[in-house]
C-alpha cells in the first residue's frame, strides 16, 4: 500500500515547508494526485488522519485529481489516458510503473507508441496553509 508512504511523504514535505515559512500551524495542506498514480484517495485520507502528528490534529487534507493527458511526439496529438478501455492487469502494471503506459497505449491518430505525459503523474503538493 504506497499509500501509506505517500501520506507520510506528503506530512514530511508539509511540515519543511512550515518550518520554513515559520508557521507555527499548519491548517490546510492540499494536494493533485495524477490520474496515473492511481491512487485510493480514501486509503491516502485514512493514513493522514493516522499518521499526522499531534502538531498536525486539527489540518484539514484536501486532495485534488488531476486527469492525465498524454501528447504524440510524432504527430502532436493530445488525448486523454483511458484507464477504463484497458484491460486491467495493464491497468496495474502503468499504476505501478508508469512508463509501461508506452507499451500498451498508442496515439490514436497516428499509432505511434511516442508520446509524454503532460499531465497527470505523480502527486504534487500544490499549498501550505498555517498561521505565524
Not at 8 to 32: M, S
Not at 69 to 83: Q, S, Y
Request: net charge positive; with cysteine.
Amino acid at each position: 500500500m504506497h499509500e501509506w508512504a505517500l501520506a507520510e511523504a506528503v506530512i514530511a514535505a508539509a511540515t519543511q515547508i512550515a518550518a520554513k515559512e515559520k508557521l507555527k500551524q499548519i491548517t490546510e495542506i492540499t494536494i493533485k494526485i495524477g490520474e496515473l498514480q492511481q491512487v485510493e484517495t480514501d486509503i491516502l485520507e485514512f493514513a493522514f488522519q493516522q499518521l499526522k502528528p499531534a502538531n498536525l490534529k486539527n489540518t484539514k487534507f484536501h486532495i485534488k485529481s488531476q486527469k492525465a493527458t498524454l501528447k504524440c511526439r510524432v504527430c502532436g496529438n493530445t488525448w486523454l489516458f483511458a484507464r477504463q478501455q484497458l484491460d486491467p492487469a495493464i491497468v496495474e502494471a502503468i499504476h505501478f510503473i508508469p512508463e509501461t503506459a508506452h507499451t500498451y497505449i498508442k496515439c490514436p491518430k497516428c499509432s505511434s507508441p511516442d508520446f509524454e505525459i503532460t499531465e497527470g503523474r505523480g502527486i504534487q503538493l500544490e499549498k501550505v496553509t498555517g498561521v505565524r
